[in-house]
């Protein structure tokens, strides 16, 4: 049974779909596990940072299926000659790279037509659960990049996920969004009490490796007093700021097979993930 994990905060701009896509390439080069990254984010960068730019534009050109289409599987098409049907579950799924040891990262893309799903919602909070219970058997680790948004995509992935992790960056009003995400976690689990929901952990993420600024170092305080007041874990593993995580982006590329990343980088990355692996269990 794999492990579902989402990144959420419900402030934008803290790099978490960064850190899902690197997990995700971590657990699957270095953990050797099998790997499934689910882009519940309209704006798609998730799916691009793993596909590439290029690979994805081909990949909606072609007709590939995306998440939106999980959420609208069966919203009447119009046309007079068809119905709604079922989604086969294995083809909403792009396999980006398999290896000969069994180790694997696959992708459900996102395209920004998900965005319609938050404006006719009804019904579907249950539907990306559904399709995770059929094919979750076949991977040890789901990953959920989220939008910064409490609404029903985020019903979703609490409805999907085991543990949440909250990227924080380092700056004013860093913990702004906790109070909102603290209310949304327990809103949910007081309508669905057999639901194990638990924040595994608060990652501080692009700051300045050299000497932070005075408001970092406040923010850093005000989110750790946030934090111990939720009783929600905070990283000892940070993640300085670098460029080549743009450069990964580009290229689809892990941060260990990127050109050019100085081995420090690398290093603190690798620590951050062994010990978040260790904290989820992978």
């Known amino acids: 049974m794999a492990v579902c994990m989402s990144l959420i905060n419900m402030k934008g701009g803290v790099g978490k779909t960064t850190l899902a896509t ?5 657990a699957t080069i270095e953990l050797d596990k099998k790997v499934l990254l689910i882009d519940l984010d309209p704006q798609a960068n998730a799916s691009q940072s793993v596909m590439s730019p290029e690979t994805y534009v081909e990949y909606l050109d072609d007709g590939g299926l995306t998440v939106a289409d999980i959420f609208e599987q069966f919203t009447p098409t119009g046309s007079a000659s068809g119905s709604p049907k079922k989604l086969d579950p294995d083809k909403a799924i792009y396999s980006r790279v398999e290896y000969d040891d069994g180790s694997l990262l696959h992708i459900v893309p996102s395209r920004l037509e998900l965005s319609w799903t938050m404006r006719n919602p009804a019904g579907k909070e249950t539907l990306l659960p559904r399709f995770v ?17 409490d609404s029903i995509l985020t019903d979703a992935a609490y409805h999907c996920s085991r543990y949440i992790l909250v990227p924080i960056k380092a700056e004013f009003l860093a913990s702004i969004g906790f109070p909102l995400l603290n209310r949304s976690i327990n809103a949910f689990q007081m309508r669905h009490e057999s639901s194990v929901l638990e924040v595994c952990g608060l990652v501080f993420n692009d700051f300045n490796r050299g000497n932070p600024k005075r408001e970092n170092r406040l923010a850093r305080k005000d989110v750790e007093q946030k934090a111990a007041q939720y009783k929600w874990h905070v990283f000892k593993n940070h993640i300085p700021h670098s460029d080549s995580y743009f450069r990964a982006a580009r290229e689809g590329l892990s941060i260990e097979s990127t050109k050019g990343t100085h081995g420090i980088v690398k290093t603190e990355f690798s620590a951050f993930a062994a010990e978040l692996a260790k904290k989820i269990g992978i």
């Open 22 to 26: 690197q997990i995700a390439w971590y």
């Open 133 to 149: 219970s059929k094919i979750e058997k076949k991977y040890d680790l789901i990953i959920i990049d989220c939008s910064p948004t």
